[in-house]
């Protein structure tokens, strides 16, 4: 079955910087992948999201980039602000009704302000 | 998104009891899906419950341990049987989105802890 890798698991940056977070699938059938974000005690998120016939998505501050040749992708943040500190979750899934996701271990995100 | 109702919030449990969670969406979904978070770690594929017919299990899941129930297009159950301290977890549910389908959203989530 599908295997998805995120890196790094924790993430510590200061107001204003980039954050970058990346993972790798492991099926090359996946063609959905969507990012989300959890705050603490709520549930995730669904923050952004991109198909395997598009390399990059832009939503605002964050975007995601897909590479389909070397099975990864990643999430990027700019400007960051206190508000994006959460946990991260990639994940990866076939098919267009395909939410039968295969998570990412997550990486948990702080903002310094 | 579709709105996505789930009961109990949380609950406190004492092991070998069995506690029963339910999903409520507020319009009909074909699939629904069921997830664990154990603490501090990564969402899990339980199973898939599908309306009319047996719920598809994901590897190291079993019926018996989570049986599931889909008596209509909006409403499932999990149950969580013969708990364990190591059931202690955060269980959500899924649904597909409304527009594109393929996003996934999920309800509040039920935290539940066994003693």
């Known amino acids: 079955g599908e295997n998805v890798e995120q890196h790094p698991s924790t993430l510590s940056v200061q107001e204003g910087d980039s954050a970058v977070i990346k993972c790798t699938y492991s099926?090359?059938?996946?063609?959905?992948f969507p990012w989300y974000k959890q705050e603490l005690g709520k549930r995730p998120q669904l923050i952004i999201d991109?198909?395997?016939?598009?390399g990059e998505k832009k939503d605002q501050r964050i975007a995601v980039t897909l590479n389909k040749t070397a099975k990864h992708f990643s999430l990027h943040i700019t400007e960051t602000q206190p508000e994006d500190s959460a946990v991260y979750f990639c994940?990866?899934?076939?098919?267009?009704?395909?939410?039968?996701?295969?998570f990412g271990g997550g990486t948990r995100v702080l903002v310094k302000p | 998104s579709a709105v996505i109702s789930q009961k109990p919030s949380r609950d406190i449990c004492q092991r070998g009891t069995s506690l029963t969670i339910q999903c409520q969406v507020d319009s009909q979904v074909t699939m629904m899906f069921w997830y664990r978070q154990q603490p501090g770690q990564s969402l899990t594929l339980i199973a898939t419950a599908n309306q009319g017919s047996e719920a598809t299990y994901e590897s190291g899941f079993v019926i018996d341990k989570f049986p599931i129930s889909r008596p209509n297009l909006t409403f499932s159950t999990l149950t969580v049987s013969n708990m364990s301290p190591e059931d202690s977890s955060i269980y959500l549910c899924s649904v597909p989105g409304r527009t594109r389908g393929a996003e996934a959203f999920f309800g509040q989530g039920t935290r539940l802890t066994v003693v």
């Open positions: 991109i198909r395997s016939n598009v």
């Open positions: 994940a990866a899934s076939i098919g267009a009704a395909g939410n039968k996701l295969t």
């Open positions: 099926d090359s059938a996946s063609n959905y």
